[in-house]
């Protein structure tokens, strides 16, 4: 394809018609009036078809219909067809046209841009999206699976930008020229128009051949499904290598428990993931662009499920938080924010009632109802006298107010000493001094951290008080990284992490939102945030906020 080439046709015809045409006019002068007739119609019809022929010669050489590519290794072939169920702005004619307008299929392939391998992809870009720990390099199809996570990935991000065009010619003009070139100027800029040329003119080539229809079942990773679950799709066991992912992100909240996150990832994605969801949904857990923004670091990826299983667990917690006041159950209000986003349901004052969203919302409810039973999520052994959903780990969310039954009928965690018989003849123990270990942590103006009326509630948030010696609501120990009061644990409510994040007293979870370390320096720092235990407005009440080194973040034990 040479765009000047056929510049220099172009002139060369219009030079040559001009010097036909002075001899034209010089011989015509010498014809009588009946042949000047005839010449001049000639004329007209010859540059007519000159001008026909130098228009389809510059439209040929700008941008050919088709390029015949090198036939496709076999093994490629399969990786290629394999890799293009990733999202539905992929063909395998697509993915095999790129392939070849990178390296021609050549696995040691390097590019003066610094690519390397089939997919002529740079370093950053293949560190973000290797298929798999430790996948070699220069692996055919390693590279093109990554490459195509990375075509998604970009198709997502314009979308969500609103650029508008056709999704697949605009991920090819990112990939060229960055996303940021795409989204200023609209569309195609011009630095990507013949890279964007020629790889559709070798995917046409490549349509309909025989070598990429072929049949695959790719491994690693497993073959994804064509789409996202429908009502009635029967659910399937959470995969082993993504069980301790699933309990770790079950363990961030009370209300998000591994049965919930299990439920959502199946009526998400069916644990597939390489799915590019209708609505813009990415990977394992389906997560907007703008909801993975928001709760992800910015280099992580939602196409990589060791990172996007917990981070679902943690943005499903600040939601059913953020989102309490809509309704007497948060739990759906915020699978719906996480399906469509917080406006529309801040906007709808709950859950919108439409079919889709209630037919995602169903289903997840009962997937959970079917993983509450899954013993390696923390299911209790079934006995013949409890209810189904008794004590276990997917009960309805925790309200603020102690449980039903006293919290000292199971093994305690502390020394109880006075509840070793089953008769109980003075008030237990856990409201006195010598229950709970610890000592006062003293703050601004020589104030205590405390709980408030010394209840060891779940979901009570922490405020500064007068201290009172011998209070337990004001003695605090350090265990394992956390901070503990009446047998339960500091925590960030619902596992934010933005300032201002109230901090609370929570059943102890062993997640990231509940690590806190007194520093030489005098603040508490939460090591995951980097963010500091803070005095709200110099007032009473504490919060999570940007260290600051400020007299509101000091702290010293008493």
């Known amino acids: 394809m040479q765009v000047t080439s056929g510049a220099d046709a172009i002139r060369r015809i219009g030079n040559l018609a001009a010097s036909l045409s002075r001899r034209l006019v010089a011989r015509y002068r010498r014809l009588d009036v009946r042949l000047r007739r005839a010449v001049a119609i000639t004329a007209v019809l010859t540059m007519l078809g ?4 130098a228009a389809s010669i510059g439209t040929a050489t700008a941008e050919p219909a088709v390029l015949v590519g090198k036939d496709v290794p076999a093994d490629q072939a399969t990786a290629i067809v394999a890799a293009a169920l990733s999202c539905p702005a992929l063909t395998p004619a697509r993915l095999a046209g790129q392939v070849m307008a990178a390296s021609g299929f050549e696995v040691n392939q390097r590019s003066t841009a610094g690519g390397a391998g089939v997919a002529a992809l740079t370093e950053a870009t293949w560190q ?18 990554a490459l195509a996570r990375h075509m998604c990935d970009l198709v997502g991000q314009l979308r969500h930008a609103g650029v508008s065009g056709d999704p697949w010619r605009l991920a090819l003009a ?19 128009e013949d890279y964007v040329a020629t790889v559709a003119a070798y995917a046409e080539g490549y349509a309909g051949r025989s070598d990429l229809a072929v049949t695959v079942e790719p491994t690693p990773p497993p073959r994804p499904v064509e789409a996202a679950p429908t009502p009635g799709t029967a659910p399937r066991p959470v995969p082993a290598a993504y069980l301790d992912l699933v309990l770790a992100a079950g363990k961030v909240c009370a209300t998000v428990t591994p049965a919930r996150v299990a439920a959502q990832l199946m009526a998400s994605s069916g644990f597939n993931p390489n799915l590019l969801g209708p609505n813009g949904g990415q990977g394992i857990a389906q997560f907007l662009p703008a909801i993975w923004a928001r709760y992800a670091a910015p280099s992580a990826s939602p196409w990589d499920p060791t990172v996007a299983i917990p981070t679902l667990g943690r943005a499903m917690c600040s939601l059913s938080g953020e989102l309490a006041g809509l309704g007497t159950d948060p739990y759906p209000i915020a699978l719906a924010a ?11 004052g709950g859950v919108p009632d439409a079919a889709g969203l209630r037919d995602f919302t169903g289903m997840v409810l009962a997937y959970v109802e079917h993983y509450t039973r899954d013993a390696r999520l923390g299911a209790p052994p079934a006995t013949p ?8 780990p997917s009960a309805p969310p925790l309200a603020d107010a102690p449980p039903p ?16 018989t089953p008769t109980r003849t003075t008030p237990p123990p856990a409201t006195t001094a010598a229950s709970y270990p610890g000592r006062p942590m003293i703050g601004w103006e020589n104030r205590c951290v405390e709980v408030p009326g010394a209840r060891s509630v779940d979901g009570a948030q922490l405020q500064m008080a007068r201290c009172v010696s011998g209070n337990v609501g004001q003695k605090w120990s350090f265990s394992k990284g956390t901070m503990m009061a009446l047998g339960k644990c500091m925590d960030l409510a619902w596992a934010g992490t933005t300032d201002g994040t109230a901090i609370q007293l929570a059943d102890c979870n062993g997640g990231w939102a509940q690590q806190f370390r007194l520093t030489s320096a005098g603040d508490i720092v939460n090591p995951h945030t980097d963010k500091c235990v ?4 110099w007032g009473t009440r504490l919060q999570l906020w940007t260290c600051s080194g400020t007299a509101n973040q000091k702290w010293r034990r008493g």
Do not use: E, F
């Not at 803070?534 to 407005?537: A, C, E, G, L, P």
């Open 128 to 145: 973000r999206w290797a298929p798999w720990p430790q996948a070699p390099r220069l692996d055919a199809a390693a590279n093109i699976l």
């Open 50 to 53: 000159v001008s026909a022929v």
């Open 405 to 420: 039954t006293p919290p000292a009928a199971p093994t305690p965690d502390l020394p109880t000493p006075a509840r070793a």
């Open 174 to 192: 990112a990939y060229h020229s960055g996303a940021d070139a795409v989204r200023a100027a609209g569309g195609v800029p011009a630095s990507a």
């Open 385 to 392: 006298t409890a209810g189904p959903r008794s004590g276990g």
């Open 338 to 348: 996480y399906h469509w986003g917080t406006t529309v349901v801040q906007q709808a």
């Open 534 to 537: 803070d005095i709200r407005d």
